[in-house]
């Protein structure tokens, strides 16, 4: 949601970025913040965490996958992939399936 000024938090990065490229450093960038979008600003801490992604080259978005975290996927062909692999090798354990697979398998069984 967009404070008075009509300027989101997302639409804060941006400015974030470019002051960050100009060697600008946090008091400064979110002092600017406050003094354009008023209440609807990043913390000062959030600013902080946004300039130090910038300086380590990530991108703008929030949903960058995460360490430790594997990324989870069921769409059909891979879902497939691995029941087909399953079928094939019905002796091999799960982690030697993910391996043949190279995917992190998570296996949510069915019984009908």
């Known amino acids: 949601m967009a404070g008075r000024s009509g300027v989101s938090l997302e639409e804060q990065r941006p400015f ?8 600008v450093n946090t008091a400064k960038i ?3 913040l406050v003094e354009a979008c008023d209440t609807n600003v990043l913390s000062s801490s959030r600013v902080k965490e946004w300039i130090a992604r910038f300086r ?3 991108p703008f978005d929030k949903d ?3 360490t ?3 990324c989870e996927s ?3 062909s891979r879902v497939e992939s691995v029941k087909s692999l399953m079928e094939e090798h019905r002796h091999l354990a799960c982690d030697e399936m993910a391996e043949g697979s190279g995917y ?4 949510h069984i069915e019984f009908w």
């Open 16 to 23: 974030i970025k470019i002051q960050t490229l100009r060697g």
């Open 30 to 32: 979110h002092r600017s």
């Open 56 to 58: 380590a080259g990530r």
């Open 64 to 66: 960058s996958p995460r």
């Open 68 to 70: 430790g975290r594997s």
């Open 74 to 76: 069921t769409g059909n």
């Open 104 to 107: 992190h398998l998570h296996l």
